[in-house]
């Protein structure tokens, strides 16, 4: 257990988006819960934008929490297949049913699943399910309603096969770009399009290069808010109580900071500079369509019973 020479616990939470986004705004309501119940016990601090302030790229961050080097982090699933092929669940295009039966299944034999996996799989315990919203897409070069309008654009992916898959699916040409590098290739040109949940498309700036903004929710991402378990192995039990309390208090902060900024990125976006096109059920249906294959296989692999406590 990291102790300062006076004896105060040391937990150092790690993030890589900007002070507004909801997740470093839930880190900050973890802290305050946090302080309120230990006092003087715990040394909280929050790094919200490593990428920033230590250079390191976003796909560092569990790396750093499972060899202890950092005791926390929130993190996309996405990015963590490889390690626990579950969390593929997370990431099945136009599955999740809805907000709430996810976060009713994440709270219940779901999350408990990945509980289980993730702590045998790379010794990090998941404090948290936070919501990292749904995924849309957004581009430079038209206004996109199709599959076929997707062809020979270049767009970000992030590193996970999935992601890929899905994009090539579409007519894409995706490239793996990370966080830390996208608004700099957004900006320059080099990629014409990329997906995220609004806020980020927001709070990153990517909207003001990208005019046309397509609302698939293709995704209903996960962040994972993780302890190194031998750093949370090593707190009392009084700490390890008030983390847990302070821990639903800033999730259920975090999810309603989640909900609420959908609606009011859509409200800040002007009109004179970015096109929002909304899908009739039709034009989702194509999109749907052209990903079938990808969700089949998905299916036979991971199984019903996982699909059927998302869908």
């Known amino acids: 257990m990291a102790r300062s020479k006076s004896g105060i616990v ?91 039966k996810f976060y009713q299944a994440l709270d219940g034999e779901l999350g408990k699943l990945f509980e289980e996996k993730f702590l045998n799989e790379m010794g990090v315990r998941i404090l948290a399910f936070w919501d990292n919203g749904l995924r849309h897409l957004s581009n430079r070069v038209r206004e996109i309603r199709s599959p ?37 290739q957004v900006k320059s040109g080099e990629i014409d399009a990329q997906e995220n949940p609004l806020t980020n498309t927001y709070n990153f700036g990517t909207y003001k290069y990208h005019r046309y903004i397509t609302l698939t929710g293709h995704f209903f991402g996960t962040a994972l808010l993780m302890v190194n378990e031998s750093i949370y192995g090593g707190w009392s039990s009084e700490i390890k109580m008030a983390m847990g309390e302070s821990v639903k208090v800033a999730t259920q902060k975090q999810r309603s900071f989640a909900e609420a900024e959908d609606e ?36 036979r692999t991971l199984g019903d019973h996982l699909f059927s406590l998302v869908e």
């Open 10 to 100: 040391d937990i150092k939470l790690g993030g890589y988006q900007p002070a507004s986004s909801v997740h470093n705004r839930a880190a900050e309501i973890l802290k305050i819960e946090l302080t309120d119940r230990v006092g003087d016990d715990v040394n909280f601090q929050i790094d919200g934008n490593m990428t920033l302030s230590s250079g390191i790229k976003a796909f560092d961050l569990p790396k750093l929490v499972e060899s202890g080097n950092l005791s926390m982090c929130y993190f996309a699933s996405s990015y963590l297949a490889d390690r626990v092929p579950e969390v593929a669940i997370f990431d099945m295009p136009f599955v999740i049913g809805s907000r709430q």
């Open 148 to 184: 076929l309008d997707c062809e020979k654009l270049k767009i970000r992916s992030m590193n996970s096969e999935i992601h890929k898959e899905f994009f090539s699916l579409l007519g894409f040409e995706p490239v793996y770009i990370d966080v830390a590098d996208l608004v700099a």
């Open 264 to 299: 009011q990125i859509l409200k800040l976006l002007d009109d004179c500079d970015n096109i929002v096109t909304t899908l009739s059920p039709k034009e989702l249906e194509g999109f749907k369509t052209a990903v079938k294959p990808l969700v089949y296989l998905y299916r």
